[in-house]
């Protein structure tokens, strides 16, 4: 039973999107759809599985979870192999059927509708976990925030909108969730011109470094803010999170908050005297203007 108070959760999976997503990302950019056409390799699809239970589970971490559904072709023969794995774990399968004329399963419609059916008929829910990517989502995760629910968010990285990233409370890549093997990037095409490498270059911003401006950024509004010469580093990761949502010092290869400052040594100055540990930019660096 769950106790009165304690955190409700929701979970709505356009497992279409993922599962595509999660193959695109491991195999190359619209590779799911050539090979679909082709004829799919087994072993091609067995390195690209989506951990269903790793998602699950990182949900429940919220709170208690009250309802999971999974939006697919249940037919389909990649879907289905997964039904197994979420019968399992008690989530709800909507069937939907493909469009003829586009292709699509409007798995963006219905599962919103549900979504916001359910928080009028569950006053009492507090989280709703999306997990897809598609910007189709945006108008969704600010509808929930509206009626007063903590939105999450869960997409596959490189094919996650940047909007919807923003729309929510807290977006984490399907990468950084714990037991989940970070995807190694496709080899690049042979044949590829000058003009083609350099814009996708431009296009990928290193994540290292703009974690670094995220959190000079944080820190520069708290001192600001607060008048602080000491911030508190939950005050600071609070800031990055609501800045960013998909923020996450475990994506980015460190197993705390602290260890990922501590690699910022250049930029801040951290105090580790007591249990409060605090944070600062370091006086040269926050005597400069910002950039």
């Known amino acids: 039973m ?3 108070g304690a955190p409700r959760v929701a979970v709505y999976l356009d497992f279409d999107n993922i599962v595509i997503s999660r193959y695109d990302q491991v195999h190359g950019r619209n590779s799911f759809q050539r090979d679909k056409a082709a004829g799919f390799d087994t072993e091609k699809l067995a ?32 879907n289905a192999g997964y039904r197994g794995q979420l019968v399992g774990r008690a989530v709800d399968l909507v069937q939907l059927f493909p469009a003829a004329a586009y292709g699509k399963n409007g798995a963006d419609i219905r599962l919103a509708v549900d979504a916001v059916e359910d ?3 569950l006053p009492d829910l507090t989280h709703v976990v999306i997990v897809a990517g598609d910007s189709d989502y945006i108008a969704l995760a600010q509808r929930c925030k509206r009626l007063g629910r903590y939105v999450v968010g869960i997409g596959v990285a490189g094919s996650t909108s940047k909007s919807l990233t923003a729309a929510c409370d807290e ?3 399907y990468d950084a969730l714990p037991g989940v093997p970070v995807a190694t990037a496709p080899a690049a095409p042979k044949k590829r011109t000058r003009r083609t490498t350099a814009k996708s270059v431009d296009d990928e911003p290193d994540p290292q470094a703009a974690a670094t401006g995220l959190l000079e950024r944080a820190l520069r509004i708290g001192h600001e803010k607060d008048d602080a010469d000491w911030l508190h580093n939950s005050a600071v990761k609070a800031q990055m999170k609501r800045m960013d949502p998909s923020f996450s010092e475990k994506s980015l290869g460190f197993r705390s908050f602290s260890d990922f400052l501590r690699s910022r040594a ?6 580790e005297s007591s249990t409060t540990r605090l944070v600062r930019l370091r006086s040269e660096t926050a005597a400069e203007p910002a950039t």
């Open 2 to 4: 769950t106790e009165p």
């Open 47 to 78: 390195g690209a599985t989506v951990d269903v239970g790793a998602i699950i589970d990182f949900a429940s971490s919220f709170g208690t979870l009250v309802l999971t559904k999974a939006y697919a072709d249940w037919s389909d023969d990649i």
């Open 119 to 121: 928080m009028f008929r």
């Open 171 to 173: 977006f984490v890549t």
């Open 266 to 271: 250049d930029l801040v100055e951290l105090d």
